[in-house]
């Protein structure tokens, strides 16, 4: 028999010991099931999940010991990689005999019966990595897929730390879009432009007739972000089809059927 922790809130203590553990989370082959850790030396390493499932489930946590057979059919691995289906027994040798435990997982594809569970235990909340293994003295990334929108304190670090380069000031970007002598920094221009606060779209109608078809439109879909009388009239003028977009999907999904 293997020791198991699986961390949960607090507030479910009662139900895990009445009912056990349900199969709520996903595993990475799409079963349902219940993510551990196995019992190692190291408390740090045992509990390392602490601090970054508080980002994801705001509340006191606690320690549930579990035990469950060694020939149990498992998945381990380091989040985010693909794992590799193995008995418990031998998952729980590949976390101990890992370089750097930090971010591994086991997870059993089913739901954990009350008999199994032995204790609930409460642990220090502030145990373990957050954002990613080894992040703490590092730059961190505030981009959305790393920093999710809601997160307590993500207005204070995307401003200390920008994902983007600051906006250039509107006349500066103009003056640039003015001067470019090649396609390439005229749309290039735009699609900074496209970033900021845009002001009047007749200050860009001097780009109306220009001669190369992709910079008419990349200003057309610009267009699209004004308001007022006189976009309406440049978009016109330009002549593109919003509908032209969607007609290419459509082929494009007729094609792939005809494949398969």
Same mark, same amino acid.
């Given at each position: 028999m293997a020791d198991l922790v699986h961390l949960t809130l607090?507030?479910? *203590? =009662?139900? !895990?010991?009445?009912?056990?553990? %349900? @199969?709520?989370?996903?595993?990475?082959?799409?079963?349902?099931?219940?993510?551990?850790?196995?019992?190692?030396?190291s408390f740090t390493l045992t509990h390392q999940w602490v601090r970054e499932l508080r980002r994801w489930k705001p509340g006191v946590h606690v320690a549930v010991h579990l035990r469950?057979?060694?020939?149990?059919?498992?998945t381990v691995g380091h989040y985010g990689r693909e794992p590799?289906?193995?008995?418990? *027994? =031998?998952? !729980?040798?590949?976390?101990?005999? %890992? @370089?750097d435990p930090r971010g591994f997982e086991i997870f059993v594809p089913r739901a954990v019966g009350a008999g199994e569970v032995r204790r609930i235990r409460d642990i220090p909340q502030?145990?373990?990595?957050?954002?990613?293994?080894?992040?703490?003295?590092?730059?961190?990334?505030?981009?959305?897929a790393c920093l999710a929108s809601g997160t307590p304190g993500a207005g204070r670090l995307r401003r200390r730390f920008p994902?983007?380069?600051?906006?250039?000031?509107?006349?500066?970007?103009? @003056?640039?879009l003015r001067a470019a002598t090649t396609s390439e920094q005229i749309i290039e221009a735009l699609n900074e432009l496209g970033r900021r606060s845009r002001g009047g779209a007749?200050?860009?109608?001097?780009?109306?007739?220009h001669p190369d078809s992709e910079v008419r439109e990349v200003l057309f879909y610009l267009l699209e972000r004004y308001r007022g009388r006189v976009a309406r009239e440049l978009r016109d003028r330009l002549g593109f089809d919003d509908d032209d977009d969607e007609e290419e999907e459509e082929e494009e999904e007729e094609e792939e059927k005809e494949r398969w």
């Open positions: 607090e507030r479910n *203590a =009662r139900r !895990v010991i009445r009912s056990g553990i %349900a @199969a709520r989370s996903h595993g990475w082959f799409g079963d349902r099931g219940v993510y551990c850790m196995p019992v190692l030396p469950v057979p060694d020939d149990e059919i498992v590799q289906r193995v008995p418990l *027994a =031998r998952a !729980v040798a590949v976390i101990r005999e %890992a @370089a502030g145990v373990g990595w957050r954002f990613k293994p080894g992040a703490h003295g590092r730059r961190p990334c505030a981009c959305p994902y983007e380069d600051p906006l250039r000031p509107k006349p500066e970007v103009m @003056a640039e007749e200050e860009l109608e001097f780009l109306v007739e």
